[in-house]
Every structure is written in structure tokens, then in C-alpha cells.
């Protein structure tokens, strides 16, 4: 069993930066990603990287303002994110999986956090 717990939500400005955290509990997860859900949207991938391999993808949306990293001693992911606008509003949830494969689809992962809000006002 995997416990995600998050922090770092908030309302910000357009042009501001935010950093998410998630701290994992438990063994078993090989990747860790980042979701987001608009009101009235589905559930759409931000980000992902490997815990123990040098791997990370993007969503288009964010590429080159939003950062993935891990901390392997803290268990820990951060979601670093700049140059926030008015778009970049949602529901920002962590989740963690047991394979590599099919790394953007939000129904192949195991275990979640409970979510936290972002609203970026313009």
C-alpha cells in the first residue's frame, strides 16, 4: 500500500510560480506522475519521471514552464511550476504506479493523492 499526501496548492497570479509536493509512503512504485482536472474537464496528465530512472515526460500544455524532480531520500516528488496562467487552473493530484508502460493514462496508476487546488487568476 502507497499513501500520497500533497501540498502546495494556492491562488496565484498569471505569471507566478508554485511547487507542489507529494510525499510517498510505502514500497512498490517504480513511477511517479502529476494529473490535473479542470471543473467540467476529465483528468488530464501533466508529468511523470522514473523514480529509479532517468526518465521524465511532459504534457505539451507544460512543457518548458513545469518541472518534475524527485528526491529519493525524502520520497518525495515536486511539480515546479512558472509562468502559471489562467489555463494552468485545476485540481492538481500526484499518483504513483507499479510499471513504465502507459505513463499518461490516469487509469493505469495505483495509488493517489487527495488533490490539491491551484486557481491562477489573469
Known amino acids: 500500500q502507497v499513501q500520497l499526501v500533497e501540498s502546495g496548492g494556492g491562488l496565484v497570479q498569471a505569471g507566478d510560480s508554485l511547487r507542489f509536493s507529494c510525499v510517498a509512503s510505502?514500497?512498490?512504485?517504480?513511477?511517479m506522475g502529476w494529473f490535473r482536472q479542470a471543473p467540467g474537464k476529465e483528468r488530464e496528465f501533466v508529468a511523470a519521471?522514473?523514480?529509479?530512472?532517468?526518465?521524465?515526460s511532459y504534457a505539451d500544455s507544460v512543457r518548458g514552464r513545469f518541472t518534475i524532480s524527485g528526491d529519493n531520500a525524502k520520497n518525495t516528488v515536486y511539480l515546479q511550476m512558472n509562468s502559471l496562467k489562467s489555463e494552468d487552473t485545476a485540481v492538481y493530484y500526484c499518483?504513483?504506479?507499479?510499471?513504465?508502460?502507459?505513463?499518461?493514462?490516469?487509469?493505469?496508476?495505483?495509488?493517489w493523492g487527495q488533490g490539491t487546488q491551484v486557481t491562477v487568476s489573469s
Open positions: 519521471m522514473g523514480w529509479s530512472v532517468t526518465f521524465t
Open positions: 510505502g514500497r512498490g512504485s517504480v513511477l
Open positions: 499518483a504513483s504506479k507499479r510499471t513504465y508502460s502507459n505513463f499518461a493514462d490516469p487509469n493505469g496508476y495505483d495509488y
